[in-house]
């Protein structure tokens, strides 16, 4: 892969916090980086672009960083790291792998990446930001109805198997368009095409936790009501909701209301806001120093004893194991 993103440098800096600021900037304030052990000396250098929903940076440093998101009130991000020459030593989790051009890693919103660049030759890595929207938008284009919770990549992407040979193909495509010259091409509406290509083959190309539901292709769109009582979900996670209140939005009776989720979704409209609200604060706990409670209440739970015994039975673990894991 030729070097990337020539035109678009941020820092080249001796100093290695220089590096850790300028991704912080980079990527909107969506990661927090810290170094594992000592600020290493040698060149830091970053070059990136980056839109309200992605980012492309290029890195190439000797540093060892933690990458945590920091996102809270909104879905997250994902971010898939991809060597261009050298090797990294990656975790996520107790997951690991070696990334480099024939293996990249994927991230998911919350999770905490460790990243230890091999001293072997000199180290040079892209990352990706996907805002957790674009996964979501093109999950549903693919199904017709948006995942009833979020997407969860497996971590290690094999680049040269054809399907993530497909996913590396987008990523050099969308590196030409951020480095051609012709004005065209500089259109973000163009690039943030080429990202949601991108995010279609990852989905086809990476197992992830709702890979079961594109085996059978494209679904029929949901009706009005639907659409609608999920968009008032979304709108309002954070306030006191009841199925009457959902109905209203959706301009149906609870009964009907309750049909359509049951045919659409397999669950009940409560049980799919009690889910939500579940996912929303495992990923808030995972990403924030903030008590587990203040976070609860914060989308909505209103009755925390109610609240861990659900949580344990969504995720097989208590809100305070998940908290051991920042």
């Given at each position: 892969?030729?070097?990337?993103?020539?035109?678009?440098?941020?820092?080249r800096?001796?100093?290695?916090?220089?590096?850790?600021?300028?991704?912080?900037?980079?990527?909107?304030?969506?990661?927090?980086?810290?170094?594992?052990?000592?600020?290493?000396g040698?060149?830091?250098?970053?070059?990136?672009?980056?839109?309200?929903?992605?980012?492309?940076?290029?890195?190439?440093?000797?540093?060892?960083?933690?990458?945590?998101?920091?996102?809270?009130?909104?879905?997250?991000?994902?971010?898939?790291?991809?060597?261009?020459s050298?090797?990294?030593?990656?975790?996520?989790?107790?997951?690991?792998?070696?990334?480099?051009e024939?293996?990249?890693?994927?991230?998911?919103p919350?999770?905490?990446?460790?990243?230890?660049?091999?001293?072997?030759?000199?180290t040079?890595?892209?990352?990706?930001?996907?805002?957790?929207?674009?996964?979501?938008?093109?999950?549903?284009?693919?199904?017709?109805?948006?995942?009833?919770?979020?997407?969860?990549?497996?971590?290690?992407?094999?680049?040269?198997?054809?399907?993530?040979?497909?996913?590396?193909?987008?990523?050099?495509?969308?590196?030409?368009?951020?480095?051609?010259?012709?004005?065209?091409?500089?259109?973000?509406?163009?690039?943030?095409?080429?990202?949601?290509?991108?995010?279609?083959?990852?989905?086809?190309?990476?197992?992830?936790?709702?890979?079961?539901?594109?085996?059978?292709?494209?679904?029929?769109?949901?009706?009005?009501?639907?659409?609608?009582?999920?968009?008032?979900?979304?709108?309002?996670?954070?306030?006191?909701?009841?199925?009457?209140?959902?109905?209203?939005?959706?301009?149906?009776?609870?009964?009907t209301?309750?049909s359509?989720?049951?045919?659409?979704?397999?669950?009940?409209?409560?049980?799919?806001?009690?889910?939500?609200?579940?996912?929303?604060?495992?990923?808030?706990?995972?990403?924030?120093?903030?008590p587990?409670?203040?976070?609860?209440?914060?989308?909505?739970?209103?009755?925390?004893?109610?609240?861990a015994?659900?949580?344990?039975?969504?995720?097989?673990?208590?809100?305070?194991?998940?908290?051991?894991?920042?």
């Amino acid at each position: 892969m030729p070097t990337p993103l020539r035109n678009h440098l941020i820092t080249r800096s001796q100093n290695a916090a220089d590096l850790l600021n300028a991704a912080t900037r980079l990527f909107g304030g969506s990661i927090a980086t810290s170094p594992l052990g000592e600020l290493r000396g040698g060149d830091h250098e970053l070059r990136g672009v980056a839109a309200h929903d992605f980012a492309v940076g290029y890195f190439a440093s000797p540093l060892d960083v933690r990458v945590a998101s920091t996102e809270s009130r909104n879905r997250g991000s994902y971010f898939v790291n991809i060597g261009v020459s050298g090797a990294i030593s990656a975790s996520r989790g107790g997951l690991r792998a070696t990334l480099d051009e024939a293996t990249a890693g994927v991230a998911n919103p919350g999770d905490t990446q460790e990243l230890r660049p091999l001293r072997s030759r000199r180290t040079q890595f892209l990352g990706l930001r996907i805002d957790a929207a674009l996964v979501d938008q093109e999950f549903t284009a693919l199904t017709g109805r948006p995942p009833v919770s979020t997407v969860r990549f497996d971590f290690a992407l094999d680049l040269a198997k054809p399907k993530g040979g497909a996913v590396r193909l987008l990523i050099r495509s969308l590196l030409e368009q951020l480095d051609s010259e012709d004005p065209l091409f500089q259109r973000v509406e163009l690039q943030r095409s080429q990202v949601r290509c991108l995010v279609t083959a990852l989905l086809l190309a990476q197992p992830h936790s709702h890979t079961g539901e594109l085996h059978d292709g494209p679904r029929p769109g949901y009706p009005r009501s639907l659409r609608a009582a999920l968009a008032f979900i979304e709108a309002n996670l954070a306030e006191h909701i009841s199925l009457g209140g959902i109905a209203t939005a959706a301009g149906c009776s609870p009964r009907t209301l309750s049909s359509v989720f049951r045919d659409r979704l397999g669950i009940s409209p409560m049980s799919y806001v009690r889910d939500l609200r579940l996912d929303r604060t495992r990923a808030d706990i995972l990403a924030s120093s903030d008590p587990i409670g203040t976070i609860a209440y914060r989308w909505g739970v209103a009755h925390l004893g109610r609240f861990a015994g659900e949580y344990r039975d969504r995720f097989a673990e208590l809100p305070s194991d998940t908290a051991t894991r920042r």
